[in-house]
C-alpha cells in the first residue's frame, strides 16, 4: 500500500470517532491493553507527560513539548486530531512520523489488530507509543482523546499528570454534569504522581482534591498559584510578566492562552522540582533555564508545528482561524473576535452535530457577516441548518457548500481593511488549511 491508502485504510476500515460519532468510539481499555502486550508495552522504555482537559490541552502539550526540546531532549509529541496530514499526530522534535513507518506498521501488523475490531484512535496510539520507542526518545508528551479515566492513553504511568480545565463538551460519553466530565477527566491521576489543574469550579475542584486524596498524588492548582503577573497583547504574540521566569513571549496569540500559560508555568515548576529539566542521559544538555522557556514560548509553531490557534494566514485583509469548538472557547474568542479594530468582519463558520452549536452561535458578533457552511466531514451540521437558525438570532448571511467556497467568497467580498475569520469546528480549519492555503 502507498502511504495515501494507508491512511485511508485506518480512517475507512476502523471505527473513528471524528469521521462517525459515537458509533466510531469504542469504551474500554481491553483493546488498549491487548495491543499494549502485543508490542512489549513501548510507553514504560521513556517518560511520559499526560496532558487532559476540555480546552487548552493542544496548546499546552505543544508548549511544553516545544520547551523540553529547547533543552535538549529529544521529545515524542501525541496529539489529535490532524488538520492536514495524518502525521501532525505523532511526532518528534516537531517532525512528523515518516510515512514508511506508517506503511510498515499497518502491513506488518493489520493481521494482529484485525480480529481485534479495535477503534482507529486505539491502533493509532499502539503505533504512536511504539514509534517512541523505536526512536528511542527521552520523553514523550501524550494529549488524551477523550475523557481521561477510559482513554486509551491512559495506561501510561507519567511522572507528571495535567488537567487544563473542565467544560460541557462530549456529555454523550463522559456525562451530564460539570462533575461527572470531571471524574472522567480525573481518572488520568496516578498514585503518588504529581499533578497540576488549571481551572475549576467549586464542583470539579472537589472532585479533583478527592482523586488526589485517594491516589496520594501531590496537587497543584495553577489558579491559586497564579504566575503570571499581567499579560499584553502585541504583534509579536503575548507578552507576559511571571513572578518566576521574567517577561515571556507567547507565540499563540488567543485570548485563552493566558490561562494556558499559567497552568504550563505551573507544569514547567513541577518539572524543574522532580528534576526532569536538568541535564537528560542521552545529551547530558545544562540544566533547563528561563532561556529555555522563553524560547519554547516564543517558537513553539515552529519547533511542534502546532497550526489553528489564532493563527494569521493574511495580513490583508487580517485573515485567522481557529479551532475552538465549544461555548467555553467561544466564550474567549468572541471576545477576541470583537475587539479587532476593522471595517467590517466576515466569519466563515461551521460546526459538528455533537457540539452545542445553539450555545456556540448565542456567543457569535451580530455585526458580522457569515458564511454558513459544512466541513467534509459525516458529523457536519449542514451550512443551510446553522443559516437558519443563525438568522432566528439575529446572524446575516448565507450559506455555502463547503469550506473552500465560502472562504473564497469572503476573501472577494472583504475590503483590505476588514476582518476575515474561519473556525467553528476543528474540520473546518482543516479542510480551509487543506484547501485555501
Not at 244 to 262: A, S
Not at 429 to 436: G, I, S
Request: charged content about 20%; overall charge negative.
Amino acid at each position: 500500500m502507498t502511504y495515501s491508502e494507508t491512511c485511508e485504510f485506518l480512517y475507512s476500515q476502523l471505527p473513528m470517532f471524528e469521521r462517525q460519532g459515537a458509533t466510531g468510539y469504542k469504551e474500554g481499555l481491553e483493546n488498549t491493553l491487548a495491543l499494549d502486550q502485543h508490542f512489549g508495552h513501548p510507553h514504560r522504555n521513556y517518560r511520559t507527560i499526560h496532558v487532559a482537559g476540555t480546552n487548552g490541552k493542544g496548546s499546552c502539550a505543544h508548549t511544553l513539548s516545544a520547551i523540553l526540546q529547547t533543552c535538549g531532549y529529544k521529545v515524542g509529541l501525541y496529539t489529535s486530531p490532524h488538520l492536514v496530514d495524518f502525521g501532525e499526530r505523532i511526532r518528534i522534535n516537531g517532525t512528523p512520523i515518516s510515512e514508511e513507518y506508517v506503511i510498515d506498521f499497518v502491513e506488518k501488523e493489520k493481521s494482529f489488530f484485525q480480529p481485534l475490531a479495535p477503534s482507529f484512535f486505539e491502533i493509532v496510539t499502539a503505533m504512536a507509543f511504539k514509534y517512541f520507542a523505536d526512536m528511542e526518545v527521552d520523553i514523550a508528551v501524550i494529549e488524551v482523546g477523550l475523557g481521561g479515566r477510559l482513554d486509551c492513553t491512559n495506561i501510561i504511568t507519567p511522572i507528571l499528570s495535567i488537567i487544563t480545565n473542565i467544560g460541557m463538551d462530549h456529555t454523550q460519553f463522559l456525562g451530564d454534569s460539570l462533575e461527572q466530565i470531571a471524574f472522567e477527566k480525573a481518572g488520568i491521576i496516578k498514585n503518588n504522581i504529581p499533578v497540576v489543574i488549571g481551572e475549576t469550579t467549586p464542583e470539579t475542584r472537589m472532585v479533583f482534591e478527592s482523586m488526589a486524596a485517594e491516589n496520594h498524588a501531590p496537587i497543584t492548582f495553577a489558579e491559586d498559584v497564579q504566575e503570571i503577573i499581567s499579560a499584553s497583547h502585541t504583534h509579536q504574540g503575548i507578552e507576559y510578566h511571571t513572578n518566576n521566569f521574567g517577561i515571556l513571549t507567547g507565540e499563540l496569540n488567543g485570548y485563552y492562552q493566558e490561562k494556558n500559560t499559567n497552568t504550563i508555568l505551573c507544569a514547567v515548576k513541577e518539572l524543574e522540582k522532580l528534576g526532569y529539566l536538568h541535564p537528560c542521559p542521552s545529551t547530558k544538555v545544562n540544566a533547563c533555564q528561563n532561556r529555555e522557556v522563553r524560547d519554547g514560548f516564543k517558537n513553539v509553531c515552529n519547533l511542534t508545528g502546532l497550526q489553528g490557534r489564532w493563527q494569521k494566514v493574511s495580513d490583508v485583509p487580517l485573515t485567522i482561524c481557529d479551532t475552538g469548538h465549544n461555548v467555553p472557547g467561544w466564550e474567549y474568542l468572541s471576545q477576541q473576535i470583537n475587539a479587532v479594530n476593522c471595517h467590517r468582519k466576515h466569519i466563515v463558520f461551521g460546526m459538528v452535530e455533537d457540539k452545542d452549536f445553539e450555545g456556540v452561535m448565542n456567543l457569535l458578533p451580530k455585526d458580522a457577516v457569515y458564511y454558513f457552511t459544512q466541513a467534509n466531514n459525516h458529523r457536519a451540521l449542514s451550512g443551510d441548518m446553522l443559516k437558519m437558525y443563525g438568522m432566528g438570532i439575529g446572524l446575516q448571511g448565507e450559506s455555502f457548500p463547503d469550506v473552500a467556497t465560502a472562504y473564497k467568497i469572503a476573501r472577494d467580498t472583504a475590503d483590505n481593511n476588514d476582518f476575515v475569520f474561519i473556525g467553528g469546528s476543528s474540520y473546518v480549519v482543516a479542510d480551509f488549511l487543506k484547501n485555501c492555503i
